[in-house]
């Protein structure tokens, strides 16, 4: 199968379906913000999530800094980021009830990805910092920050991926079958 498959996905409420051929594009957004390391603020970002083939990607753009993980289907990753943010729900519960201030590692892959909770204001504002290594350096990430209804939708998108891919790829051997 000589195409490739390209979904995009930027994470909102609703979700568009378009395809062009045999590139099929799902448009959703989640709105995060980010660390500027030059203001010292966190700013408006939005993180987004692509596939290419069976692989899926996670990311965003911070001025001219690209950030992204890659999460290879079958190698477990996409799994352990959704246990991560899991993990973090419950922790952002636990925090509110016990009025907790802190932050803690949840987990993180080798790809130079890593899940951290925060909980300030003894559990008034609760969320995970998401640190995605920067394309450009291996020594820099980003960092975008997300509370719990954010953490849920990501969640969503990254258990539908599966379906996604498959369908993605139904489309693209049909179309292949067809288009001689």
Do not use: C, H
Not at 85 to 94: H, N
Not at 165 to 175: E, P
Request: proline share 2%; charged share 25%.
């Amino acid at each position: 199968m000589a195409s490739t498959i390209r979904l995009v996905f930027l994470i909102v409420a609703g979700s568009v379906i378009a395809s062009y051929g045999q590139v099929q594009s799902i448009n959703m957004q989640v709105k995060t913000t980010s660390w500027n390391e030059y203001s010292q603020k966190w700013d408006k970002s939005v993180l987004t999530t692509w596939i290419d083939g069976k692989t899926a990607f996670i990311g965003a753009s911070e001025g001219s800094n690209q950030s992204q993980v890659r999460l290879v289907e079958g190698s477990g990753d996409r799994e352990k980021v959704i246990g991560f943010l899991k993990k973090s729900l419950e922790w952002a519960e636990k925090s509110k009830t016990e009025k907790l201030t802190t932050d803690k590692t949840v987990g993180m892959l080798d790809t130079g990805f890593k899940v951290v909770f925060i909980s300030e204001d003894a559990g008034a504002k609760v969320g995970v910092v998401l640190r995605i290594r920067n394309l450009s350096s291996s020594n820099q990430f980003g960092a975008f920050f997300i509370e719990p209804p954010q953490i849920e939708q990501l969640i969503g998108i990254l258990e539908r991926l599966p379906a996604v891919i498959a369908s993605a790829q139904a489309d693209a051997k049909k179309a292949d079958a067809v288009l001689k």
